[in-house]
């Protein structure tokens, strides 16, 4: 009853026994490399290097994917392990060269997390095999012990993720893409029938947009683990990022096309067609990314909307209601058709595949074929070239860490402290990207070592045979990974201090003193690691994500503006579009961050995807609408000119209020009203009966479709309520 109860907690806890999978894995791999070096082959070294290696790599990351891919990134770390160890054996003898080395590879390994998620999973492991190298005693000599330890450890770890009780293949992000594009797919089909009147009813249409409204939501970064999400510098994961950014933009204007449909649309029009390609472009691409038949193409799309830009003409007598009607719904259609080319080759360039510019005006909405068509390393130092700037919350995060790790050396090398090496395993543990955080991990961590501190000196007090540490260490290690996993910090800290003391009980005589040691040592890297984060940026990436969305915000308004007076005769926004890139980056990185940090209530109060959303729209139509509205296309054209002033300056306004309002930590709530297409134009009939505007009203359609969008955008993120908002 007992051992079934016990399995039902488990299996309450850990639904798909990932953690027990794992708890096994890493139990056998290391347990096998400790006892083979140690009593198989009588060399301490390597069993001490071999266990922290596979404790390491087996529970201090966090890995993607399946398990082949989690085996590959072992296998690919082992190089940088190697290096650290060597750099970490060598500067060993001189406490200020280890304690210098710790502060450049503290930094250099934790700003490689700007690289993306493989790389921020492996951080914690990678510090953890220079700082054991860096610590007496002074041995050179042991080198290829220390790395062949490793080395098995690693290899082992690899082989038994692939072969032993595999986990189950997380949900991906592409396999969340493509349900997001079926559901929008079928909405274009629903669109397509009411702008051909055959629509069936009004509730399918609701259900609808439901559906797709959800399954784009469910592309949140916040509901995918770190590990999981599609933010390295890759190429591909670049090209999914571009995919979720279209489908959102996709969402947006089917959304607003099917509100600004008149009742009773207009026979034929050309829009209805152009959203029947665009549904089975859209369908074609979820079979891309899922890899179900032939990659998604674009020369259907690209006739349609060839087929559209010839239909879509301005009146050759006086403008009526129905006319802009007409215009507004081909500029949506046309502009729908753009976002839906930009999502098709976004989708082949995740799965590998250029694509010939086709539709010239998606060719600067993207830079994702570019992406592939650039070598690896010269797009992760763009990424990080990104960062490199105090701004940036993964700059200061580095910088924390590595002054707080270079402290805690001095620390351990100037006291006289057994197993120094603990106290950076301390500070490392501790040690959060906030105060807030930091005070919140030092409880856990402090009870847990007092417990287990206390329960291994019992233990040690009474128990003085070697077997039974024998014996027990592997028991010890499955309930470390598995329970202590499960019930939280401060179980895994006693748990983990008891496994500790097995381990050292059998490297070296013990007593004790070895839980006093653990103790003492724990209690000094928590402080160091306290007072890093209080000293160093500790409001964390919270503070830093206000500022940096804010920045971004202002600095997309700007870019909206100077758009609006390009087409007018203004110069090419061209600096402005640059600001506003760099701007996304520093801001997107916050927002990862922000995820991995407690609830901030007045942080919380922000739908941040909504926010950035809204950012991001301006920044992908801009560039469209530069290429369909040369700059000067509006210059002959002053009355309607003071007008596209007017408002573009006031959703310029809209975004800089909401900049203002996220810095000052409120709640956005933009004075500003979604208004539709037809409304703009009404508003600017008198200019349109006065002169016979000819193909410039076309124009002056297209720039107002894009005001309106991106006040139809910064308008719904004061319309969300607190039940809306996203969990964390």
Known sequence: MLGSGLLAWVRHRDPRYVVLRRAARL??????????????????????????????????????????????ILLTALPVAWVLISLGTALAGNLWAAAGGMLVVGFAVAFAGAGGPRLVGLISALQLFYILASFPPYQPSTLPQRLIGVTVAVLLLAVAEMLLWPDPTPVSYPRRLVSAADR????????????????????????????????????????????????????????????????????????????????????????????????????????????????VSLDE????????????????????????????????????????????????????????????????????????????????????????TIRSALFQSALRLAVALAAARVVAGVLPLQHGFWVLLATLTVLRTSAMDTRTALKPAVLGTIGGAV?????????NRSIVYVVALPVTMV?????????????????????????????????????????????????????????????????DLRENTAGYLRAVGD?????????????RPDDALQRARRAVALADASYAQYHGERHDPPAGQVDWQAVLSAGHHALHAVPVTLFRNQPGRLAGWPEA?????????????????VADQISRGEAPHPMVSATRCVDELNRSRPLLDERNAGQQVRYLVEV?????????????????????????
């Open 27 to 72: 139990t056998l791999v290391a347990s096998a490399v400790f006892y083979g070096g140690r009593y198989g082959l009588g060399n301490p070294t390597l069993a001490t290097y071999g266990l922290f290696g596979a404790i390491a790599m087996g529970a201090f990351t966090q890995l993607p994917g399946a398990a082949r891919e989690r085996a590959r």
């Open 704 to 728: 107002n479709f894009l005001l309106a969008n991106l006040a139809d955008h910064i308008a719904r993120i004061g319309r969300i309520g607190p039940s809306q908002r996203p969990s964390r």
């Open 641 to 657: 000119a003071a007008q596209l002033r007017e408002t573009a300056g006031r959703v310029r306004s809209a975004y800089d209020e």
């Open 559 to 571: 870019l909206i503006e100077q758009t609006v007076a390009a087409t007018l005769g203004g110069p």
């Open 184 to 295: 929008l797919a079928v909405l274009l089909d629903v669109a397509a029938d009411v702008l051909a009147g055959t629509e069936d009813g009004r509730r399918e249409r609701l259900t609808r947009q439901e559906q797709a409204a959800e399954a784009v939501a469910r592309l949140r970064l916040a509901e995918f683990p770190p590990a999981e999400r599609p933010t390295s510098a890759a190429a591909r994961d670049r090209a999914l990022r571009a995919c979720e950014a279209a489908l959102q933009g996709v969402l947006v204007k089917v959304t607003r096309i099917l509100a600004e449909a008149p009742p009773q649309p207009p026979p034929g029009l050309a829009a209805a067609r152009l959203f029947r390609a665009c549904a089975d472009t859209t369908r074609a691409t979820g079979r891309t990314l899922r890899h179900d038949g032939p990659p």
């Open 479 to 543: 309930l470390a990974f598995t329970f202590g996993k499960l019930l939280g910090p401060s179980w895994a800290q006693a748990l983990f201090t008891l496994l500790l003391t097995f381990v050292f009980a059998q490297l070296m005589p013990a007593g004790v003193q070895l839980a006093e040691a653990r103790l003492v040592n724990v209690l000094l890297g928590a402080a160091v690691g306290i007072l890093a984060g209080v000293l160093v940026w500790p409001r964390g990436a919270r503070h």
């Open 301 to 388: 799309l690209d006739a349609a909307i060839d087929a559209s830009e010839r239909a879509f003409t301005a009146p050759t007598g006086p403008v009526t209601q129905a006319d802009l009607s007409r215009l507004c719904l081909d500029a949506g259609a046309l502009s729908l058709a753009n976002q839906v080319s930009v999502l098709a080759i976004s989708a082949r360039a995740a799965v590998g595949l250029t694509t010939a510019d086709t539709n010239p005006a998606v060719a600067g909405y993207t830079s994702v074929v570019g992406d592939v068509r650039q070598p690896r390393w010269r797009l992760y130092w763009r990424q990080f070239g990104a960062h490199l």
């Open 455 to 463: 329960a291994s000196g019992v233990l040690m007090l009474f128990v």
